[in-house]
């Protein structure tokens, strides 16, 4: 076993595809201006599987969630469901959809509709996840486990509107939503962009803690390459709308094929060069010095 599995997440046997694209395109306006944001790519997820997509900015990461979501139509190519085509026409199927394929954004804010107090946020799910006709009590009963999941008190938070949280607790929020939801599929796009390095590794946690517990397939977009490769099973790597390299994370890190690939792990040798970790020793001498230590 070398240093670098040994700091990896534990490994699953998976075969059971879930979502699969074919030739996905997204153009953006017509004729001369057309912007081809996603650009025929094709990807299969499986259950329990993490998956990270990573690139630059406005490589189309954003764009192909919107599509998988149905936020966005989808130009070209199509998605399947278990073998499937998607159903989307209906607000049933719609729905449908949205039970097993969710997301979470990179800015929080969005997520919510300002006028809706939390508990309704909440309730919400409850809603979509077909138990409307809970009693109260038993639905209260819901929100605080889901709540008490991500540490946050709901007997605190009803009553309050989503804008009245912290940009930290509200990310949990969002966590709390996925909690009672249970979707096969979650989408993260930048999920721990507004929280400090500990709540960063905590909210991290929750979601491998839902991986584990619900096999949940879990879609990471990102532009941090060390996170992909600590957490994923397989990495895409995004360039230009298209996906230029992908395969286990241990072969495009360790082993990566395409020069943008190698380019972007250039800023990080730290991953795959493990005599780098002495460096550590380095840094808690100068920590000490630096704060006056004697040692
Ligand atoms: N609603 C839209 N209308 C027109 N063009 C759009 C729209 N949304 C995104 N684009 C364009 O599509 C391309 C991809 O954008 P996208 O938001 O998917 O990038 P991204 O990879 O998510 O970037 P970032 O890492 O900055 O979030 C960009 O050229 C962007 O300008
Ligand atoms: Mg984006």
């Known amino acids: 076993m070398t240093e670098t599995?040994?700091?990896?997440?534990?490994?699953?046997?998976?075969?059971?595809?879930?979502?699969?694209?074919?030739?996905?395109?997204?153009?953006?306006?017509?004729?001369?201006?057309?912007?081809?944001a996603v650009d025929n790519?094709?990807?299969?997820?499986?259950?329990?599987?993490?998956?990270?997509?990573?690139?630059?900015?406005?490589?189309?990461?954003?764009?192909?969630?919107?599509?998988?979501?149905?936020?966005?139509?989808?130009?070209?190519g199509q998605l399947e469901v278990h073998g499937q085509p998607r159903a989307f026409g209906t607000t049933a199927e719609k729905r449908e959809y949205w039970k097993n394929i969710q997301a979470i954004f990179q800015d929080p804010f969005s997520t919510y509709n300002v006028f809706s107090k939390i508990d309704k946020v909440l309730l919400n799910c409850i809603e979509l996840r077909g138990q409307?006709?809970?009693?109260?009590?038993?639905?209260?009963?819901?929100?605080?486990?889901?709540?008490?999941?991500?540490?946050?008190?709901?007997?605190?938070?009803?009553?309050?509107?989503?804008?009245e949280l912290s940009g930290g607790q509200m990310q949990r929020l969002m966590i709390a939503r996925i909690y009672i939801l249970k979707p096969k599929l979650l989408i993260a796009d930048e999920p721990t962009s507004m929280v400090d390095a500990c709540s960063r590794a905590?909210?991290?946690?929750?979601?491998?803690?839902?991986?584990?517990?619900?096999?949940?397939?879990?879609?990471?977009?990102?532009?941090?390459?060390?996170?992909?490769?600590?957490?994923?099973?397989?990495?895409?790597?995004?360039?230009?709308?298209?996906?230029?390299?992908?395969?286990?994370?241990?072969?495009?890190i360790l082993n990566p094929k395409s020069d943008y690939t190698k380019r972007l792990l250039s800023d990080v040798p730290s991953i795959y060069e493990p005599w780098d970790l002495s460096s550590d020793d380095v840094e808690e001498d100068e920590f000490a010095a630096a704060s006056g230590g004697d040692s």
């Open 5 to 36: 599995d040994r700091v990896k997440v534990k490994r699953r046997e998976l075969t059971d595809t879930f979502l699969e694209g074919k030739n996905m395109s997204k153009v953006y306006g017509m004729g001369r201006k057309a912007n081809r």
């Open 132 to 163: 409307k006709n809970l009693p109260y009590a038993q639905k209260v009963e819901i929100m605080t486990e889901a709540c008490s999941f991500v540490n946050l008190r709901f007997a605190e938070l009803t009553n309050k509107y989503p804008f």
């Open 202 to 252: 905590t909210i991290l946690d929750m979601l491998l803690k839902l991986r584990d517990e619900e096999d949940m397939t879990i879609v990471f977009i990102t532009h941090d390459i060390g996170l992909a490769y600590y957490v994923s099973d397989t990495i895409y790597i995004m360039k230009s709308g298209q996906f230029v390299e992908q395969g286990t994370s241990d072969e495009v």
């Open 41 to 76: 790519v094709n990807f299969k997820f499986r259950r329990g599987e993490i998956v990270s997509i990573v690139g630059e900015s406005g490589s189309g990461k954003t764009t192909l969630a919107k599509m998988i979501l149905g936020l966005t139509s989808i130009t070209e």
